[in-house]
């Protein structure tokens, strides 16, 4: 069997079992990240006047459901039915839901003005098939925009600290949360350890995404220009959800240390967990 066949199993397998607890588990579907993803989106729309999306990884539906009241059309892929069986697919926008590999899939090309693949690429074994399948989905000048992927820089510097030192809560829990995530969805799902690294290939195997070889890549598969972008600090999600001053007050701090930190980029990517880009076809 394929490593690209193993992976797409794992996948299955693991989202199989987490499907029914997906969105109640994972905290991309807090408000603050979907407010923050939602002006992402609006701002691609107004860029691209786009009527048709494609959603690759589509899952429950994170990006659909903040897609329907923007688009009138809307394609999702996603290898695991029980992940499909989930999505809503009513409202105002036309939901069709087609169960394949995002690498496989063959729609009518040059038909979406916008794909996304939203905290999914590093679930592939392999990004380029991928990439392929959004160009060619594609209008041209139409967007292609992946999101909350795992940082290298990021994930490296916290691999770098295992076994060094005690440290603070805030760095600590990202080293068990790299060390022991594993072990934590075998005890709680009873999947493999092994199930889960495969299924989160990108990240546990691959240790993540640097934005130069993805840049390499995309223009291969045909894009003309991407712009990244790097996301939530370290301790972002923390401090919004300590409860130790009012949400917005919060919020507003969040803003102020993101606001310095990317103003310190290149320097400060190593601070940043995830990245995206948005790539132009």
Same mark, same amino acid.
């Given at each position: 069997?394929?490593?690209?066949?193993?992976?797409?199993?794992?996948?299955?397998?693991?989202?199989?079992?987490?499907?029914?607890?997906?969105?109640? !588990?994972?905290? @991309?579907?807090? *408000?603050?990240?979907?407010?923050?993803?939602?002006?992402?989106?609006?701002? #691609? =729309? &107004?860029?691209?006047?786009?009527?048709?999306?494609?959603?690759?990884?589509?899952?429950?539906?994170?990006?659909?459901?903040?897609?329907?009241?923007?688009?009138?059309?809307?394609?999702?892929?996603?290898?695991?039915?029980?992940?499909?069986?989930?999505?809503?697919?009513?409202?105002?926008?036309?939901?069709?839901?087609?169960?394949?590999?995002?690498?496989?899939?063959?729609?009518?090309?040059?038909?979406?003005?916008?794909?996304?693949?939203? !905290?999914?690429? @590093?679930?592939? *074994?392999?990004?380029?098939?991928?990439?392929?399948?959004?160009?060619?989905? #594609? =209008? &041209?000048?139409?967007?292609?925009?992946?999101?909350?992927?795992?940082?290298?820089?990021?994930?490296?510097?916290?691999?770098?600290?295992?076994?060094?030192?005690?440290?603070?809560?805030?760095?600590?829990?990202?080293?068990?949360?790299?060390?022991?995530?594993?072990?934590?969805?075998?005890?709680?799902?009873?999947?493999?350890?092994?199930?889960?690294?495969?299924?989160?290939?990108?990240?546990?195997?691959?240790?993540?995404?640097?934005?130069? !070889?993805?840049?390499?890549?995309?223009?291969?598969?045909?894009?003309?220009?991407?712009?990244?972008?790097?996301?939530?600090?370290?301790?972002?999600?923390?401090?919004?959800?300590?409860?130790?001053?009012?949400?917005?007050?919060?919020?507003?701090?969040?803003?102020?240390?993101?606001?310095?930190?990317?103003?310190?980029?290149?320097?400060?990517?190593?601070?940043?967990?995830?990245?995206?880009?948005?790539?132009?076809?």
């Amino acid at each position: 069997m394929s490593l690209t066949q193993r992976v797409i199993d794992a996948n299955i397998a693991l989202h199989s079992r987490l499907a029914a607890e997906y969105e109640s !588990s994972e905290p @991309h579907f807090r *408000a603050e990240n979907v407010a923050k993803v939602t002006r992402r989106f609006v701002r #691609l =729309v &107004s860029d691209t006047g786009a009527k048709r999306m494609l959603d690759l990884g589509c899952g429950t539906g994170f990006m659909i459901n903040i897609a329907r009241q923007h688009v009138s059309q809307i394609v999702g892929v996603d290898v695991t039915q029980a992940m499909l069986d989930r999505v809503d697919t009513t409202g105002p926008a036309a939901i069709e839901l087609v169960r394949q590999d995002s690498g496989a899939y063959e729609g009518p090309p040059a038909s979406f003005e916008i794909v996304t693949a939203y !905290s999914f690429l @590093h679930h592939l *074994a392999d990004v380029m098939p991928t990439f392929r399948t959004a160009s060619r989905a #594609l =209008v &041209s000048g139409g967007k292609f925009y992946a999101d909350l992927e795992p940082n290298w820089h990021f994930w490296s510097g916290i691999r770098g600290l295992v076994g060094h030192g005690a440290y603070h809560p805030l760095v600590q829990r990202e080293i068990d949360a790299l060390t022991a995530k594993d072990e934590e969805v075998q005890a709680r799902f009873g999947i493999d350890r092994e199930v889960f690294n495969q299924a989160e290939y990108g990240k546990d195997i691959a240790g993540g995404f640097k934005e130069e !070889s993805v840049a390499e890549q995309l223009q291969e598969a045909g894009f003309s220009s991407v712009v990244f972008h790097f996301e939530w600090f370290l301790g972002e999600g923390f401090l919004i959800n300590s409860g130790t001053a009012s949400r917005d007050e919060l919020l507003k701090e969040a803003e102020s240390v993101n606001a310095a930190l990317q103003r310190a980029l290149p320097l400060s990517k190593v601070l940043f967990k995830y990245m995206g880009f948005v790539a132009t076809k």
